[in-house]
């Protein structure tokens, strides 16, 4: 006897950012699937799904704010449940990719704990990823299974483009991201800039010597991710010593931990413009902040992989890092 089968898809959300998880849901005119999340008064955490996910195509989305270890370890949990559950397949929602800095060892007796989040997550029992704008190409290769790399490259020069005046330069705040700011300045039809720096110390950086020409121009900073604003702010002072006439920077992903905020009220930057990859506090978003959603670009990747159909597509190959 011939039964027809039906895929259907199902969105649940962990503790990190609900309000992302109901964004997307909400492009995908579905709602967000019913879970049962608690944490133990000893630190455990507990997951119960609350309906059937017997044969579904599941995704969980998860982003990795603070606590950064209690969100792997509930993303780990929900991908379990899932699995024992008898989903049909488990992707990995991760707007941002915690313990990306740490994609190979520096110093002796390190971790590469970019690795291990990948093998957590694929034991764990997820078939797939989906995440953005990494910090080092590598980590796709970490998972043993398909990781579809999103980018908010396009988001955020398309924002430059209507908001910022004419005469602009792209800056690359070091050597690592000169890739990146080809893509920001190859969107925009402008130069580039690359500062050359050294860090002195852990979030500590001392911009040495400046590549290109910035002076009388409008300064893009551009970078994947802004933690305490070091990197920025000596950034920015340094391109307002070369001349530049105004200096803007844009991230994907707004950390902004520690003194970030203080650090960005007081350097020279016009404006800062990031996604919501990750939630940012009140407390520690400064007034020259402005946060851009990509909630519409995670539905239609959903939509996309659902379908199995190309998510390539959906960036005309830019979401290649």
Known sequence: MKEITRKRLMIFSGRSYPELGRQIAGYLGISLGKVELKTFSNGELYVRY????RGSDAFVIQTFSEPINDHL?????????????????????????????????????????????????????????LTMDLHAGQI????????????????????????????LVVVSPDVGRVKMAKKYADHLG?????????????????????????????????????????????????LAQAGAKEIYACATHGIFSGPAKERLDKSPLKKVVVTNTLPIPEERRSEKVEVLSIASIFANTIASVFKDESVSELFDGDNQP
């Open 140 to 167: 796709q290769g970490f998972f043993a299974g398909p990781m579809d790399h999103l980018t908010a490259v396009p988001l955020l020069t398309s924002y430059i483009s209507r908001s910022v005046a004419d005469d």
């Open 50 to 53: 609350e309906e059937s996910v």
């Open 190 to 238: 402008v130069p580039i800039a690359i500062l050359h720096k050294r860090r002195p110390g852990h979030n500590q950086a001392e911009v040495l010597h400046i590549v290109g020409e910035v002076k009388g121009k409008t300064a893009v900073l551009v970078d994947d991710m802004i933690d305490t604003a070091g990197t920025l702010a000596a950034s920015s002072q340094a």
């Open 73 to 129: 370890v509930e993303l780990l949990l929900m991908i379990d449940a899932l699995k024992r559950a008898s989903a049909k397949r488990i992707s990995a929602v991760l707007p941002y990719y915690g313990y990306s800095r740490q994609d190979k060892k520096t110093l002796a007796r390190e971790p590469i704990s970019a690795r291990l989040v990948a093998d957590l997550i694929r034991v764990a029992g997820a078939d797939r990823i």
